[in-house]
């Protein structure tokens, strides 16, 4: 045992003389013979040990419990709730205020952990906040940056609209067209449509209708709310020929998609097409309008 072995060397001075100690047991050499353990020296250990198996069954367990470190695998139990409370208008009326603190808590420790959901659901929840400050959006660009740097379409669309509208960030044109574009090349509609924006008005990119078309296209194409205005923006191209052939038949097609999809100012130019000039949407002032749509707006086809 280690605490009967000496180590050897010079041992104690006595009387101005030195003398070297003696091993009781050499286990290199098995010189000497092995001295017995000491009873006094057992008994201490034993104690020792029985006294921390007793602390720990009792109040010690819990500081060592408490003070382990908190797991960091993401929870995505903890992310959909957390998500829904910060999200949700108006919020959830279930649950105490004390656990939607554990569950923003728990948001954070998933978002610090690297998780990309929590750190998008953490920055859009910021961003939408009515009462968001510059230290909010801030705080939004941040967790919405490292999200949309682990290739999160939403977080990069979100990126695009801050450093576009100046929020959290420096007015940053080319940016918002950079995360925007990669945002459309993952096939986020609402993306596609904005990248159509941005280079229909040459914000942040040179101007090209061609490719502003061919991302309204994409847009439109998708069941999402943004197909609307992107047929209207495609009857628009057609009808003033930008970048293609003008085409009267194409913008009426896609203005009477746009119209169908609820689009008010594509009916507008629909009529105005078909009557050669502006006019109030009426019964009586709109022909040639397909039997859908006139029972949409007046419940009635005639």
Same mark, same amino acid.
């Given at each position: 045992p280690f605490w009967l072995k000496r180590k050897p060397g010079r041992g104690r001075a006595s009387?101005?003389?030195?003398?070297?100690?003696?091993?009781?047991?050499?286990?290199?050499?098995?010189?000497?013979?092995?001295?017995?353990?000491?009873?006094?020296?057992?008994?201490?250990?034993?104690g020792l040990l029985s006294?921390?198996?007793?602390?720990?069954?009792?109040?010690?367990?819990?500081?060592?419990v408490h003070h382990w470190p908190k797991p960091v695998r993401p929870r995505r139990a903890s992310i959909a709730r957390a998500g829904a409370a910060a999200i949700a208008e108006p919020p959830p009326p279930s649950g105490s205020d004390e656990e939607a603190d554990e569950d923003l808590e728990l948001l954070v420790l998933d978002a610090?952990?690297?998780?990309?959901?929590?750190?998008?659901?953490?920055?859009?929840?910021?961003?939408?906040?009515?009462?968001?400050?510059?230290g909010e959006h801030r705080w939004a660009a941040h967790w919405l940056s490292k999200a949309a740097e682990q290739g999160d379409a939403r977080a990069q669309l979100d990126?695009?609209?801050?450093?576009?509208? *100046?929020? =959290?960030?420096?007015?940053?044109?080319?940016? @918002?067209?950079? /995360?925007?574009?990669? !945002? $459309?090349?993952? #096939?986020?509609?609402?993306?596609?449509?904005?990248?159509?924006?941005?280079?229909?008005?040459?914000?942040?990119?040179?101007?090209?209708?061609?490719?502003?078309?061919?991302?309204?296209?994409?847009?439109?194409e998708k069941d999402d709310p943004c197909a609307a205005d992107a047929s209207f923006r495609l009857?628009?191209?057609?009808?003033? *020929?930008? =970048?293609?052939?003008?085409?009267?038949?194409? @913008?009426?097609? /896609?203005?009477?998609? !746009? $119209?169908?999809? #609820?689009?008010?100012?594509?009916?507008?130019?629909?009529?105005?097409?078909?009557?050669?000039?502006?006019?109030?949407a009426a019964p009586g002032n709109t022909p040639g309008l397909p039997a859908k749509i006139r029972k949409q707006l007046w419940g009635r086809s005639w």
């Open positions: 009387h101005g003389r030195s003398r070297r100690a003696k091993m009781p047991w050499d286990a290199a050499t098995g010189l000497g013979r092995r001295t017995p353990a000491r009873p006094a020296l057992l008994c201490l250990a034993a006294a921390g198996l007793h602390l720990l069954k009792g109040s010690a367990a819990t500081l060592f610090e952990a690297g998780d990309a959901e929590a750190q998008y659901i953490l920055g859009a929840a910021l961003r939408d906040d009515d009462k968001s400050g510059d990126m695009g609209l801050l450093a576009l509208n *100046g929020q =959290g960030m420096p007015r940053d044109p080319q940016a @918002a067209a950079a /995360w925007v574009s990669a !945002a $459309a090349n993952q #096939g986020l509609p609402a993306a596609q449509h904005q990248m159509g924006l941005l280079l229909l008005s040459g914000t942040g990119v040179p101007t090209n209708p061609q490719w502003a078309r061919y991302w309204f296209e994409q847009a439109a009857g628009a191209i057609y009808q003033a *020929g930008l =970048g293609v052939n003008a085409s009267r038949e194409m @913008a009426l097609d /896609w203005y009477e998609r !746009a $119209a169908e999809k #609820g689009n008010q100012e594509a009916l507008i130019a629909w009529q105005a097409i078909c009557r050669k000039g502006p006019g109030p």
